[in-house]
């Protein structure tokens, strides 16, 4: 494939996912030709995105791929873009009477807009680079992002089933996914700073859309808040890239990153503000709440949100910061931040029983330690991050997918409620624990980067980061082990329920489920065909493998002792001769396990339910406080940075 | 290589009857102290041979499966520990076969098993920390983390890392289930849990079970011992002494003190990791 | 090596005046020391290997006794301590006492003494663990011809002076496919109403194949 094969690709990555959204909105009902439609533009996406992604890891060296350097045409659309953006968000504010959401609306476009007619933008750069990050991220959009957009299709349509209080705007709601998509694609290529605004506010404006889906009045609260959080993030990137353009003449990101901070300290500005914008945008303290909010909307919403995009691109920014922040106060701010949204986040997971908060807030937890991890500046810590990048995406999205389902299935996503689910849903059971154990076990690829951030906090000598990830794990491993438990329960006499999982959305959850697994087993060919030459190209040098040989032989014995023992234990006929009993209920079982004799001879049900410990982590005690001690941080990082400049 | 399977064949055949020795011990030691005369010292390996003949009786035929992969990954972190392996995949390991044991008693579904297993959780939850620093302490004082490489040490680790030895014993209690931490399950005849974690688990299962736990108080004591080890051979012998010390301190601990409420575990664990590891730990960044 | 070296104990109190049970926990103190033999009170029926109890029976705690027996796995022993628990005592002709445990599980050893003496009472469980190393080997021989003694049905019977039928009081010995057969069944039946076709009715579980542990 040629260079130009290459452009082309990447531009039908971007401008076809907007033609789907078209599409997809003009197909009114849900139908066999909407799905097919559906599975057939997602995977020729998908397909692209592979190949893009492969040829471009293919390459030796670092990468050239930079096109479009003069984009005169391009330029006029993505300004009407911003200004038809703007007309949205001013048009819902007056509509719901949320005033403020105009005012930062205008302040982050307007001022961009000026610059761009004035002629102060910095033009005559390639304005689309395609490197080794670019396309790691385009296979995790690609993969990850198309195969809930799939899954969405026979989602949504279980989902006004059960949800006739909703008016049916599915075709609304596809469209604006691939249009969440194309937006992502965009954003990962682009190297010019005005577009990956224009981008960057796409994904504010299309998250603040999916959120206010169902239009309830809780929905649409939610949605104006992830706006008015998004949009000062948005604030502060425009910010950034006007200081960049017109201070520094630079139009480009890849040209910032070359500036050496010791060497003109003023460079930190804009690379504090783009940091301040990657905070809001992966929803660290104080800007949590937002992405909590969202989980109103939807399941696929939930799962593009929290896995392969949203917050992936505040992330995918500060990974590309990272070699400017080693040292600097701002890197130290940002690693703070992110150090303590791992531990409180994790704290605050322990204490709720709603599967898809549990999943917001581990979401949260597990960005904060990307976030630590790239805020050191270390190259350990951008491969932990990119890898963590890589292994949260698919099993968050797989996490989010089946709670959907299981919630279609049984009416109920709380974590109680899932007790015993393995008797009742054997097969979403089954993927749940592969997702839950990608999450937090041993061999399995969360921990194996985790391990690899532990090592890089280490070695870069930050102790409070240390600190902050031991104890986090600590409250990590209960959150998720006492889910798992729940799942795990076996209650007699049970009954299967109905899985009314449709095909369509099992398209997309046996992929991932393989994913987790293979991935497993990939990573150490992961780490040197696709981590490596990201550091290689950021930080201009090898590193040594972070994860030796001999470890890796071990944990692919633990892997395959993994599903050696459930396999085996149906081979041997272990326990096939044991006497069953009930569970011990002090000797008043009253025929099953779920019922006991009280002392007036009545029988009642029996239930454990697990620990939450609400009167010392609950969210009425912690969430505030910690968004005030971050709050401050923050503040206190831009008035340090900015005014020390000034 | 040779001398690696050698290691892991010796631990596995070997640190059972260790195991079983030092929980005799333990017994013949509280017995001392409450007055009595106590079993016999073999008495444990008299329990398992009869829990081995007996008749399991189990819930549901999942349980026996997670029971098993506790021994197995419990041995497995054991041999990984003692064949010389990363120090920190050993806590990875370890971690994961505690969750096999706290699976096994979630799927019985009974209110006792429930409890242990959540109480054993909120264990793991307190000593998890200690035991990842501990990793990180020997890396900071003998620059590895790699076993074999660290018991070639110049100097003991002690020397640099003393914050974190007694942090180690502080959670050492909550691991080996002594009072006044015996949340999850117990010696002693607490009946308000029955036996929490292990309170639907019998027969052969159980026996299991023992044996896990026999490797796992192998492992712990090795950890200790860890500590002492340098490239001198007498400090084997220093280090063989101080485990002997530790271990009927833990003795004295779990007859002297009355239990505690979850919380006061929680606070006091992590406030004790924070204070003794973690000031070590700062201590040690600021010395490189 | 013998199993009856390590002989853990469940304690229960079928209606006793509570003088038997200070005995029973009298026999752990110093003094006695019953820890010497290995003995331990578990407080677990899925422990233990005796089941000591102690007073009459009566209508409430009945199935309770029956159920915590059911619990345990073989080879058990029954040790009946003191003169309620041997066949009603004082309390014999109470309206709600059925008599003594013999009336709900079988008794191996019964320990008269009101109240029963620690001495006695160590060695009533000495006698009862000869009965334990002969029941083993029986065990071990049903296990041999495949089958496992299940008490998935009768567990918790709600029971009356006249359900007391002796010739049922025993387990039943079932195979797997047969337990699971019942098993089956009785979800049939109290499944809700689920939108899947109902299950086929399944057949009653086969017939009980030889005498239980009696």
């Known amino acids: ?646 | ?288 | 090596m013998k199993i009856s070296k390590s002989p853990w104990v469940l304690h229960y109190d079928g209606s006793s005046c509570n003088g038997c049970d200070i005995e029973v926990l009298a026999t752990m103190t110093p003094l006695y020391d019953v820890e010497r033999f290995g003995i331990i009170n578990t407080g677990n029926p899925k422990h233990a290997d005796i089941l000591l109890l102690t007073g009459g029976i009566n209508a409430q705690t009945a199935p309770v006794v029956r159920q915590l027996y059911n619990q345990m796995p073989d080879p058990k022993v029954v040790i009946a301590c003191g003169i309620c628990s041997c066949d009603g005592g004082i309390f014999k002709e109470c309206y709600n006492i059925l008599g003594g445990s013999d009336k709900v599980v079988p008794v191996d050893v019964y320990v008269p003494g009101c109240a029963v003496r620690p001495e006695a009472l160590i060695d009533g469980v000495v006698k009862a663990l000869a009965i334990l190393e002969e029941k083993r080997v029986k065990v071990k021989e049903s296990m041999k011809q495949g089958y496992c003694t299940v008490d998935y049905s009768k567990i918790a019977v709600r029971m009356k002076a006249e359900d007391y039928d002796p010739a049922t009081q025993y387990d039943e010995v079932l195979t797997e496919e047969a337990l699971r057969e019942q098993a089956e069944a009785k979800i049939a039946q109290t499944a809700k109403p689920a939108p899947k076709p109902a299950p086929k009715p399944v057949a009653p579980a086969a017939a009980p194949k030889e005498g239980g542990n009696a």
């Open chain 1, 1 to 646: 494939m040629t260079l130009l094969n290459l452009k082309a690709a990447v531009t039908f990555l971007i401008l076809f996912p907007f033609v789907m959204a078209v599409i997809m909105y003009l197909i009114r009902n849900a139908s066999l030709l909407r799905n097919l439609v559906a599975v057939v533009g997602g995977f020729s996406i998908m397909a692209t995105a592979i190949m893009v992604g492969v040829k471009v890891l293919g390459l030796k060296g670092t990468t050239h791929n930079t096109f479009f350097t003069e984009t005169v045409l391009a330029d006029h659309v993505i300004m009407g873009g911003e200004v038809l953006l703007m007309c949205i968000v001013i048009f819902l504010s007056i509509k719901y009477k949320k005033y403020y959401a105009i005012l930062l609306s205008a302040l982050g476009t307007i001022p961009v807009l000026w610059m761009d007619l004035s002629g102060r933008a910095v033009e005559g750069a390639a304005h689309v680079r395609v490197d080794y990050l670019s396309a790691v991220m385009i296979l995790i959009v690609g993969i990850v992002g198309i195969l809930i957009c799939i899954y969405a299709c026979g989602y949504m349509k279980d989902y006004h089933n059960h949800h006739t209080e909703v008016g049916d705007r599915s075709n609304y709601f596809l469209a604006l996914l691939f249009v969440f998509i194309g937006a992502m694609f965009g954003l990962i290529v682009s190297d010019n700073l005005g577009w990956i605004y224009f981008f960057w506010e796409i994904t504010s404006v299309c998250s603040f859309l999916l959120i206010g889906y169902t239009r309830t009045e809780e929905a649409v609260n939610n949605s104006f808040r992830a706006l008015w959080m998004n949009l000062l993030g948005g604030c502060g990137f425009a910010f950034g890239l006007m200081y960049c353009n017109i201070h520094f003449e630079i139009g480009t990101l890849s040209k910032l990153t070359t500036i050496i901070p010791r060497k003109d300290m003023l460079v930190m500005i804009p690379v504090t503000l783009f940091a301040f914008a990657a905070l809001t945008k992966s929803a660290q303290f104080p800007f949590s709440r937002w992405l909590l909010g969202a989980m109103v909307a939807p399941t696929p919403s939930s799962a593009l949100l929290h896995s392969a995009t949203m917050v992936k691109i505040g992330v995918y920014m500060l990974i590309r910061l990272s070699p400017m922040l080693y040292g600097t106060f701002t890197g130290v701010m940002i690693t703070v931040i992110g150090g303590f949204t791992f531990f409180a986040a994790s704290l605050l997971a322990i204490t709720v029983s709603d599967g898809k908060k549990v999943l917001a807030y581990s979401t949260i937890s597990n960005l904060g330690l990307i976030t630590a991890c790239a805020g050191t500046g270390t190259t350990e810590g951008v491969w932990a991050a990119t890898m963590l990048i890589l292994f949260h995406a698919v099993s968050k999205s797989l996490l989010f997918q089946t709670v959907g389902d299981i919630e279609n299935c049984m009416h109920s996503r709380d974590i109680e409620d899932m007790h015993g689910l393995i008797i009742k849903l054997p097969r979403l059971a089954f993927i749940m624990i592969i997702g839950i154990c990608g999450m937090f076990m041993a061999p399995f690829g969360m921990l194996v980067s985790k391990w690899a951030a532990l090592k890089s906090f280490v070695d870069s000598n930050s102790v409070w980061l240390v600190l902050f990830l031991v104890f986090g794990s600590g409250s990590t491993l209960f959150y998720w082990a006492k889910w798992l438990g729940k799942i795990c329960t076996v209650i007699h006499q049970s009954y299967e329920l109905e899985d009314i999982t449709p095909k369509s959305e099992m398209i997309s959850l046996v992929p991932l489920t393989c994913m987790i697994i293979i991935m497993c087993f990939a990573f150490p060919w992961m780490s040197n065909t696709m981590i490596q030459p990201i550091l290689n190209e950021a930080f201009h040098k090898n590193i040594p493998n972070v994860i030796g040989g001999s470890d890796v032989v071990i944990m692919m014995i633990m892997v395959g002792m993994i599903f050696a023992i459930p396999i085996g234990s149906r081979f041997l006929a272990i326990g096939k001769k044991n006497k069953m009993t009930m569970s011990y209920v002090a000797g008043v079982n009253a025929g099953d396990d779920r019922h006991f004799i009280d002392s007036f001879g009545k029988e009642r049900a029996l239930y454990m339910s697990n620990w939450y410990m609400t009167e010392y982590f609950g969210e009425d005690k912690l969430l505030m406080p910690s968004i005030a001690i971050s709050a401050v941080i923050v503040v206190v990082m831009l008035i340090i940075v900015i005014g020390g400049a000034i």
């Open chain 2, 1 to 288: 290589m040779a001398m690696v399977v050698l290691k892991v064949a010796l631990y596995i055949l070997l640190a059972p009857v260790l195991g079983g020795l030092m929980e005799g011990l333990d017994r013949v030691v509280s017995a001392r102290m409450q007055g009595r005369q106590g079993p016999p010292l073999l008495q444990p390996f008299y329990d398992v041979y009869k829990l081995l003949a007996k008749q399991t009786t189990v819930v549901n035929s999942i349980q026996i499966l997670f029971v098993i992969a506790y021994l197995i990954f419990t041995i497995f972190t054991g041999s990984l520990f003692f064949g010389g392996g990363d120090m920190l995949l050993v806590f990875f390991a370890l971690s994961m076969s505690e969750v096999m044991m706290v699976l096994a008693a979630y799927s019985t579904n009974g209110p006792y098993s429930a409890l242990g297993a959540n109480r054993e959780l909120l264990q793991m939850m307190c000593y998890e920390p200690m035991i990842l620093l501990v990793a990180i302490g020997f890396y900071e004082a003998n620059g590895s983390f790699m076993v074999s490489e660290l018991a070639a040490a110049q100097n003991p680790a002690v020397f640099k890392i003393p914050g974190m030895l007694i942090g180690f014993i502080f959670i050492l209690t909550i691991k080996f289930r002594k009072s006044p931490f015996d949340m999850s399950t117990s010696h002693h005849a607490h009946q308000e849990m029955v036996k929490g974690l292990t309170s639907d688990i019998s027969g052969s299962n159980l026996a299991f079970y023992e044996i896990a736990e026999w490797y796992d108080q192998v492992l712990m004591m090795g950890i200790v011992a860890m500590f002492f080890i340098s490239k001198n051979p007498v400090s084997i012998v220093v280090a063989i002494v101080m485990c002997v010390i530790f271990y009927l301190m833990e003795t004295l601990i779990d007859n002297v003190f009355p239990r505690v409420k979850y919380i006061t575990m929680l606070i006091s664990s992590w406030v004790v990791i924070l204070v003794t590891a973690g000031t070590n730990l700062l201590i040690l960044s600021v010395l490189n």
